[in-house]
């Protein structure tokens, strides 16, 4: 039908790549994007970056790859499928007091040789050569604890998020979608949980469910869809009227089909927008969270908890202070610079909003 | 416009239902009981268990949900915020103990942060692009990004411990007392200082920034071009023409983050040792508190929706143009 030769037509750019073309002209957006790669690298490469158990060695006659499998498990299920090989896989195995060189023992070690729960010297040491941030009110390395904590941070802030997308997106097109009663019901129900203090609702769940990293991510993601409902339900309600969507309606389309095929891939971009920002948020809950000791439990680290060990140590170890500030800082930080970058690249003319 | 307040009253009162109906479901639905944590000490089990029914019974526990969120609620509008199961003292007392150091805090902030930003603001946008307009811009940025509780731990550490120049836990010094008037009224000042402080940078970036998009914008209409024709100076211009202008969307603004800073911070509050609402909060959540709860979060809801009422009134006082009709 097409008479149209294919080498005349204009290469048609996907969506994405539009974007990302434009988004590489904000110095800032990049600055931020940097930072956002770097955290999630760390987070994922904890196990390698900080390890109490080396990354290759050998031990008693046989090679050994504790740290690249203690990687490997981020992923949710390989502890079914992969194992670290006996003796590393017991909890009562040191393999540091086992070491013996005389037997030809070696070992290719973390950069910061060091577990994130593993004492390994008195506690409260100020930064030396060896501990370089130094070390805890019970003797674990500080910087090995602060990089396991990057993991939990970045787990909650996208986890959370993606969480609270989907609750969003959903009530969101539903209400933009249906219009009269039901989009009168959800509104007024966005705005109920809206008027409420996320922080307070967050802490009087908490208060009941046990302290587990899980539970945060739930909860802040049951909270903080409100935003991304409300950009849903504006971009469906705009869209909605136009010639493609009745087009789409005029075929005979259930309303999900057009809602999720036809809509909501047009009303993706200040929604994405929305949740960058709400990671920077939900991370800054979950230190604030652990701060308050309803985060993470000991003895796993997070940067709340970190901070939290300084504020209580305040006089005698203040040097656990700066790190996780700094830390919580670049975090928040990074992502509100990708989040506006992204904002301009997608839509100018919503300059100024937030949430 | 009489109509338009109907409806936004009417509206506002469903959604206050909403909110006590939701605190109500969260409470009651979560395991763990006030009775439960008062009882949890006594060692003779069947003591244990009778002061349990007893204490069930006292509170109401032993009725069912709805009966008991009926109770609250016929207490409620009799104006009766109901006791504290925490230490049996009526919770609008505690209430109102807790709500001048957050209520003064509030207050100071968002003086601090009006008399800062605007100024800053003003300046960016009349010097759009120029050195001050980069500098202040890229610092407001980052200072937005600060969370309010990590400027706390670094100044409590800068400011109070390693310098030792203002107090950070509570209100008051211990020799409070025996201070003369002046004394006393500079030690209170200094213990407002830092957690003051913590209340606005934020907000006062946020605002800041706001307040040179708003001017930008305005600068450019046809009023501000009529006004530099007529000759008036640039002085006029800006802050009689312009500026003022570019405030009405400022009003909104503040009606949607006053109440924020109203409701207090749990974190900060309990970091810089304040007896405000933030830490009543805290401290009624951990002591399974239901009725204390129940009653901060309503008087949130409350001020959100009232801030929020008289920030949309205002706006249509200020600018004429505003219509209420639908």
């Known amino acids: ?355 | 416009m009489p109509l338009y307040v109907v409806h936004r009253v009417v509206s506002g009162l469903v959604t206050l239902f909403g909110i006590t109906l939701v605190s109500f479901g969260v409470i009651q639905l979560a395991p763990g009981d006030p009775a439960q944590l008062q009882t949890a000490q006594i060692a003779d089990a069947a003591v244990s268990q009778r002061v349990y029914e007893q204490l069930r019974q006292l509170y109401g526990l032993d009725r069912p949900v709805h009966v008991q969120y009926g109770m609250w609620m016929s207490r409620l509008v009799r104006g009766d915020l109901g006791s504290s199961f925490h230490d049996g003292r009526r919770v609008s007392r505690k209430i109102g103990e807790a709500l001048w150091p957050t209520l003064s805090v509030a207050l100071l902030s968002l003086a601090a942060t009006l008399v800062v930003a605007l100024p800053l603001g003003i300046l960016a946008a009349v010097r759009q692009g120029g050195p001050f307009d980069k500098v202040s811009s890229t610092l407001l940025y980052m200072l937005y990004s600060v969370p309010s509780y990590v400027m706390g731990m670094i100044l409590i550490l800068y400011l109070g411990v390693r310098l030792d120049l203002l107090p950070f836990r509570g209100m008051r010094s211990d020799h409070y007392a025996e201070l003369s008037t002046w004394g006393q009224m500079w030690d209170l000042a200094k213990h407002y200082v830092m957690i003051t402080f913590c209340f606005t940078f934020g907000n006062l970036a946020y605002y800041a920034r706001f307040v040179r998009q708003n001017l930008l914008e305005v600068i450019r209409q046809d009023y501000v071009r009529t006004a530099r024709a007529k000759g008036l100076p640039e002085r006029t211009v800006i802050l009689r023409h312009a500026f003022r202008n570019s405030l009405i969307p400022l009003i909104s603004l503040i009606g949607l983050t006053f109440p924020f800073v109203l409701s207090g911070s749990v974190i900060l509050e309990y970091m810089f040792n304040w007896p405000g609402l933030g830490r009543l909060y805290f401290e009624s959540v951990l002591g399974r508190d239901y009725p204390t709860i129940m009653a901060l979060n309503f008087i949130t809801a409350v001020l959100v929706l009232v801030t929020t009422f008289v920030a949309d009134m205002a706006y249509g006082w200020v600018d004429p143009r505003v219509s209420y009709e639908r």
């Open chain 1, 1 to 355: 039908m097409s008479a149209e030769p294919a080498a005349r037509r204009p290469r048609r750019e996907s969506r994405w790549r539009l974007t990302w073309r434009r988004f590489r002209a904000y110095r800032l957006g990049m600055a931020g994007l940097v930072i956002v790669v770097s955290l999630l690298l760390v987070a994922l490469l904890a196990p390698l970056l900080a390890n109490d158990q080396p990354i290759l060695c050998r031990y008693d006659g046989s090679l050994y790859v504790p740290a690249v499998i203690d990687t490997l498990h981020n992923v949710p299920f390989t502890e079914r499928v992969i194992q670290k090989r006996r003796p590393f896989r017991l909890a009562t195995f040191d393999f540091k007091s086992e070491f013996d060189a005389s037997r030809g023992d070696w070992a290719l070690w973390t950069p910061v040789p060091f577990g994130p729960r593993e004492i390994v010297s008195a506690p409260l040491l100020g930064p030396s050569a060896t501990h370089w941030l130094g070390t805890d009110q019970s003797g674990r390395d500080v910087l090995s604890r602060m990089i396991h904590g990057a993991g939990v941070s970045m787990r909650v802030g996208f986890l959370s998020m993606g969480i609270a997308a989907v609750i969003g997106l959903v009530l969101g097109s539903i209400a933009g979608y249906a219009g009269k009663t039901i989009d009168i019901v959800i509104s007024r129900f966005i705005e109920v949980v809206m008027c409420f203090p996320t922080f307070f609702l967050i802490l009087a769940v908490l208060a009941w469910l046990p302290p587990r990293i899980e539970n945060v991510m739930i909860v802040i993601g049951l909270t903080r869809w409100t935003g991304v409902a409300r950009y849903a339900r504006g971009e469906i309600l705009r869209i909605r009227e136009s010639d493609y969507a009745a087009a789409a309606k005029a075929l005979g389309f259930s309303p999900a089909r057009i809602i999720l095929r036809h809509l909501l891939p047009n009303a993706m971009a200040p929604v994405m927008v929305s949740v960058t920002f709400g990671i920077a948020v939900s991370i800054l809950i979950e230190a604030g969270l652990s701060w308050l000791g309803f985060g993470v439990q000991p003895p796993d680290s997070s940067w709340g908890t970190i901070l939290r060990a300084g504020y209580e140590n305040l006089f005698t170890a203040p040097h656990m202070i700066p790190p996780p500030c700094v830390a919580i800082f670049l975090a928040v930080l990074s992502f509100n610079l990708v989040g506006d970058a992204l904002r301009d690249v997608i839509d100018p003319r919503l300059q100024e909003t937030r949430a």
